[in-house]
């Protein structure tokens, strides 16, 4: 009897590489430097000013909060138009994944800051 190699079953066999990606930016370069990490600078500064304002104590938490909302609103504006390449550390998923977690966890935060007395 012949031995088969290892891989050789019932044809389900795939290979598992990377998936193509599709779309207009698929041919783009990722870009790395400098202009990529401006924008995600712009928002790790607005959420460390929310953060910093939250620390002063409890009559700044709604102001804080309210930034550190509008810093995710603003990433997830900034996730919707700019293109993959410009992206930066921001582009994690998908783009319509990227954009819908910053915008609902913009809003959350910002509701959380209008509830607060």
């Known amino acids: 009897m012949a031995s088969r190699p ?3 079953g019932s044809g389900s ?3 598992t590489g990377p998936r193509p990606v599709r779309g207009k930016d698929r041919d783009e370069p990722a870009v790395t430097g400098g202009l990529a990490w401006v924008l995600y600078l712009i928002v790790l500064a607005g959420a ?3 953060m910093f304002i939250v620390s002063r104590g409890s009559a700044y938490a709604t102001r ?4 550190l909302g509008g810093t995710l609103l603003v990433a997830a504006l900034a996730r919707l138009v700019l293109p ?3 992206a930066g550390v ?7 994944s990227d954009v ?3 915008a609902v966890f913009g809003a959350a935060v910002l509701a959380v800051a209008l509830s607060l007395p």
């Not at 804080?64 to 930034?67: C, D, I, K, N, S």
């Not at 921001?90 to 319509?96: C, E, G, Q």
Request: net charge positive; charged share 20%; hydrophobic share 55%.
């Open 48 to 50: 460390a000013a929310g």
């Open 90 to 96: 921001l582009a994690s998923r998908r783009k319509a």
């Open 84 to 86: 993959n390449r410009f």
């Open 100 to 102: 819908l977690a910053f």
């Open 64 to 67: 804080g909060t309210a930034v």
């Open 13 to 15: 066999h795939r290979a």
């Open 6 to 8: 290892a891989n050789a």
